[in-house]
């Protein structure tokens, strides 16, 4: 179940439920996912990822010029096929982010959710001015009657995972090291006319221009062929027009 701008779930369950951009889904993000889905599990509950549109950051407008590793159709997809039960996609605006994170947590993911569990990041904050750090959120929960847990920074080869870390990857072309940061090869879904995606998001980062070694799903079809970028057009060798994901 896909949730947009809404956090009803009718009828009402018990959920487990962690909150942010989610912006990759990268390795980090899977390994939150893994905790989500086992304290689910432990208590018979079902697994919810709440995400936003717009970013945050470009929301505030924190971040001229940023883009980002996965619109919203394909954020979505990867969590669910990361095999999370819902997503609630929050339209993050200015009275999303003034809501204070005891009113949100009492009043939207318990009573609206049925929150009986959370799982939060290394460095969440929710709410307004960011106050809901994990040490305030443990008193509410105390209180609401949820768990709550911590997951700590995900790290390979001594680098912490983040998606800052893994768009500088992109941003330079390092295809093997986005892969390895994002724990798949990087997706680009999008429609093919005459051999061209033209109508790609403009806040979809792209590697930079050049010819790329790519697989494209079309269908049931599967084709390892080659891309070349060109600033924002993506064309693909030898492919039919139609719905495709291109993984780098």
């Known amino acids: 179940?896909?949730?947009?701008?809404?956090?009803?779930?009718?009828?009402?369950?018990r959920t487990v439920?962690?909150?942010g951009s989610f912006d990759g889904v990268h390795r980090g993000h899977r390994t939150i996912i893994a905790h989500l889905k086992a304290m689910a599990a432990r208590l018979d509950a079902e697994s919810v990822v709440v995400t936003f549109d717009p970013h945050p950051r470009i929301a505030l407008g924190k971040a001229p010029g940023m883009q980002l590793l996965t619109t919203v159709h394909e954020r979505v997809t990867h969590l669910l096929v990361a095999g999370v039960d819902h997503v609630v996609v929050a339209h993050f605006d200015d009275a999303f982010r003034a809501q204070p994170y005891e009113a949100f947590v009492r009043d939207?993911?318990?009573?609206?959710?049925?929150?009986?569990?959370?799982i939060v990041g290394f460095d969440h904050r929710l709410g307004r001015g960011s106050e809901g750090t994990f040490e305030r959120l443990r008193p509410l929960a105390?209180?609401?009657?949820?768990?709550?847990?911590?997951?700590?920074?995900?790290?390979?080869?001594?680098?912490?995972?983040?998606?800052?870390?893994v768009r500088e990857a992109i941003?330079?072309?390092d295809m093997p090291s986005a892969e390895r940061l994002l724990g798949g090869r990087y997706m680009l879904l999008g429609n093919v006319v005459r051999g061209i995606i033209n109508d790609i998001d403009p806040y979809k980062l792209l590697p930079p221009s050049g010819r790329y070694r790519c697989r494209v799903e079309c269908g049931a079809e599967s084709y390892e062929t080659m891309a070349t970028i060109?600033?924002?057009s993506v064309s693909l060798d030898n492919i039919p027009d139609g719905e495709v994901e291109v993984l780098f």
């Open 108 to 118: 939207t993911l318990v009573a609206k959710l049925g929150m009986v569990g959370m």
């Open 171 to 173: 941003l330079s072309g």
């Open 17 to 19: 439920v962690a909150i």
């Open 142 to 165: 105390e209180e609401c009657g949820f768990d709550i847990e911590r997951v700590e920074q995900y790290t390979t080869l001594g680098e912490g995972v983040s998606s800052t870390v």
């Open 230 to 232: 060109s600033g924002r």
């Open 1 to 13: 179940m896909i949730l947009y701008n809404n956090f009803d779930i009718t009828p009402p369950r």
